[in-house]
């Protein structure tokens, strides 16, 4: 049996037009599927073959970042597509790589220390303990995500 090494590519994604503090509500499988959509359209059928490891693990609505996986090497075709996605289920967007990881786990420990950042920028803004431990919760939890690796 072979083992597959896979790159995981932490992404973010801005609605064009949208405050950046507003709540985007991009799902992992539209994510996935304008993906896939943009490597086929500019690499072709091809390369889809390689991509049989491909899937959108993480997304979070808060910060709009999400983590997918891709096989080492082909992995290069979806970085290169990724920049070139201007819509995502018709609406537009600018998709920004901020780190490429071996392990999910590497990826985790970056998104922590991004979304902490982005946290503590979101709380400022805030009045009340309640909505900064509400908007902790849901930015900085990632539990139900890390029991399905």
Request: proline fraction near 2%; hydrophobic fraction near 40%.
């Amino acid at each position: 049996m072979v083992r597959h090494k896979n790159r995981y590519i932490v992404i973010q994604i801005n609605e064009i037009g949208k405050d950046e503090k507003a709540q985007s509500r991009f799902k992992a499988p539209l994510i996935y599927e304008s993906i896939v959509n943009k490597v086929q359209q500019l690499h072709g059928d091809l390369v889809w073959q390689p991509l049989a490891g491909f899937t959108a693990k993480y997304c979070n609505e808060h910060t709009r970042v999400a983590i997918i996986r891709a096989r080492r090497g082909p992995h290069k075709f979806v970085t290169s597509s990724i920049q070139c996605i201007k819509s995502i289920d018709e609406r537009k967007v600018v998709i920004n790589i901020l780190y490429t990881g071996a392990t999910i786990r590497q990826c985790f420990f970056f998104l922590k220390t991004y979304q902490q950042k982005k946290f503590d920028e979101y709380s400022a803004t805030l009045k009340t303990n309640d909505e900064k431990i509400a908007l902790k919760e849901a930015m900085l939890n990632f539990e139900h995500v890390l029991a399905f690796l």
